[in-house]
């Protein structure tokens, strides 16, 4: 069956996501940054931002990146389950899912993925920063990926927050396995969609339940619900000028929502939407630099928050450097990919895989 998105293109609209992600967790960091996240809609920095567009300077691409960058989460949520689909549903033949061991299966790969950085990163920010929100509880649950679900613990340790998720929406399409009938192909990832925006709509902004909720599979409904629907039934690919109207769009319709709360909860579909459309738009090298980036995304994500606070710590024992913020965010980037390249040299990916063999 031939699908809208190539091997090459799921893997550089990773790469494309996961720098943008990460650019979008150190701009956040700065002082005079624009800030927004996934977690809660701030009027007045939506405010902010508007008035920054009247007076743009040099901090144009720092602010862009904190304000909106976290949407390009939405590309792994849907990516997770078009690929799901891709892998095990090609063909007259699908894969059988037994739910128990799918579920394990990707549990430990995850765990294989986040164990030597997360140890690393809470040992730094419990021996070296004494950090009071680590608990043995936190721990636990971050390395069982259920820390989300439990209230109060939702993003603590916050960096790999992502993983429980992810593993949430495994569980979701494991289960979604065992209901028969071609129906549930399209009812089912439909039906997710409209739950999650729903729940968006009806659920009390700015509380601690709507809190929650955004830091479980709730808020990838939308992105995993289009990436099993499009996985399925999408084998028409448009022409390079759709997707390019397709690109500008998406792209102000994403900008566009982040001014309106009830718009704000379709921020990751248009999201995807418009870094789809950039995918099948850019051609040549760049798709080829981007497709790199894509392979080690993984690593990318679990790596960055260490190299991340390198460079912070080094910012706070020199005043000089912390007012270079073009500067340390380019040394973010190339600190980060100096630790992707030292270890895949090492092997430690390989020798953790192994142990969970």
Not at 124 to 129: Q, Y
Not at 233 to 259: D, E, K
């Amino acid at each position: 069956m031939s699908r809208v998105l190539s091997r090459q293109e799921t893997t550089a609209l990773r790469g494309i996501a996961i720098v943008i992600i990460m650019l979008h967790n150190y701009c956040h960091t700065f002082s005079f940054a624009i800030k927004e996240s996934e977690f809660y809609f701030y009027w007045s920095e939506t405010q902010r931002w508007a008035d920054y567009l009247r007076h743009i300077d040099s901090y144009l691409l720092i602010n862009m990146f904190s304000w909106g960058g976290y949407m390009a989460l939405g590309v792994f949520m849907f990516l997770t389950g078009y690929c799901l689909v891709c892998r095990y549903e090609d063909g007259d033949n699908p894969v059988k899912v037994e739910t128990l061991p799918f579920i394990w299966k990707h549990y430990k790969k995850l765990l294989a993925l986040v164990l030597v950085p997360f140890a690393a990163f809470t040992l730094v920010h419990v021996a070296v920063l004494h950090d009071k929100h680590i608990s043995l509880l936190s721990v636990i649950g971050q390395l069982g990926m259920f820390n989300t679900l439990v209230p109060g613990m939702a993003i603590v340790p916050r960096p790999y927050w992502y993983l429980s998720l992810a593993m949430q929406l495994y569980v979701i399409y494991a289960l979604f396995r065992l209901v028969p009938g071609k129906a549930s192909r399209w009812f089912l990832p439909l039906l997710l969609i409209v739950v999650g925006y729903t729940l968006h709509l009806v659920v009390e902004r700015g509380g601690e339940f709507a809190f929650w909720l955004l830091s479980n599979s709730t808020t990838a409904f939308i992105p995993f619900g289009m990436g099993l629907l499009v996985a399925r039934y999408a084998n028409h690919t448009p022409s390079r000028a759709t997707w390019a109207v397709t690109l500008v769009i998406a792209t102000c319709a994403a900008v566009a929502c982040g001014f309106n709360y009830e718009a704000w909860g379709l921020k990751y579909g248009l999201a995807t939407i418009a870094l789809i459309a950039l995918v099948k738009v850019v051609r040549g090298k760049a798709l080829v630099i981007a497709e790199a980036v894509g392979c080690v995304s993984a690593l990318i994500y679990v790596l960055h928050p260490l190299t991340r606070f390198a460079v912070d710590i080094v910012a706070y024992q020199w005043e000089w450097f912390e007012k270079q913020p073009h500067l340390r965010l380019s040394i973010f980037i190339v600190s980060t990919a100096l630790a992707v390249i030292i270890y895949r040299k090492l092997r430690i990916d390989e020798w953790v895989k192994s142990i969970f063999k």
